[in-house]
């Protein structure tokens, strides 16, 4: 099983739908949880952070996280073409070096205009 | 643009050579961290440095070796180039303690023929 799963996609949504993004974790232990998004040919790009059970809304983004479940989300609304990415799920591993994170293969995601 | 600048960006070796990769992290963050992105794949974490030590380190062979220096600046070096190392090579800095946010640079693409 690896550490950090998520479906490689292609996901297609049109324009002006819901995204979403799923990530499941083996660690049970992992505290922090991160979203980032990575366009063809560039770095990976910080988007949203979150450490407890629920929803953290910031704009068009809404990371959800059920600790219990092992599941990590991230849903976009009002979906853009300039949000066509692949959207890294990334886990800060228990008992690990600080600032380690483990990151999941990630979900190419592909908005129709 | 993260501030976290690395050089440089893209750089063609043979097998059994050496390689120096260098970073600039961002102002005021003191950890520097590396990964290794194959295509198609998540970054993986090859070592995290902090106060010029090493504090961390992935699954990687000890042919991949780094320094931080007392501005925070960085390197990676890796001897004996694989064709499997050919690589997006990513930089990352952080504040030791800010929950884990990193900050990527922009990469450096690194082939080995």
């Known amino acids: 099983q690896k550490e950090v799963e998520q479906n490689s996609g292609p996901l297609s949504v049109p324009e002006g739908a819901i995204a979403s993004l799923n990530c499941t974790y083996s660690?049970?232990?992992?505290?922090?949880f991160f979203w980032y998004r990575q366009y063809s040919g560039k770095s990976p790009e910080l988007i949203m952070s979150i450490y407890s059970n629920g929803d953290k809304e910031d704009g068009r983004f809404t990371a959800q996280l059920n600790k219990a479940s092992q599941y990590v989300s991230l849903l976009i609304r009002d979906s853009q073409p300039s949000d066509s990415a692949t959207y890294l799920c990334a886990v800060s591993p228990r008992g690990g070096a600080t600032n380690k994170l483990i990151f999941g293969t990630g979900t190419l995601l592909a908005v129709q205009p | 643009e993260t501030g976290v600048t690395q050089s440089p960006t893209h750089l063609i070796k043979t097998r059994g050579q050496q390689v120096t990769l260098r970073c600039s992290s961002q102002?005021?963050?003191?950890?520097v961290s590396w990964y290794q992105q194959a295509l198609g794949q998540g970054p993986q974490f090859i070592f995290q440095?902090?106060?010029?030590?090493?504090?961390g380190r992935g699954n990687f062979p000890p042919r991949f070796s780094g320094l931080q220096f007392p501005n925070y600046s960085s390197e990676l070096n890796v001897n004996a180039l694989e064709l499997d190392d050919s690589a997006l090579y990513l930089c990352?800095?952080?504040?030791?303690?800010?929950?884990?946010?990193?900050?990527f640079g922009s990469g450096t693409q690194l082939s080995v023929l």
């Open positions: 660690d049970r232990g992992s505290q922090s």
């Open positions: 440095y902090y106060r010029e030590e090493e504090n």
């Open positions: 990352a800095s952080s504040f030791q303690g800010a929950n884990e946010k990193l900050f």
């Open positions: 102002s005021g963050h003191n950890t």
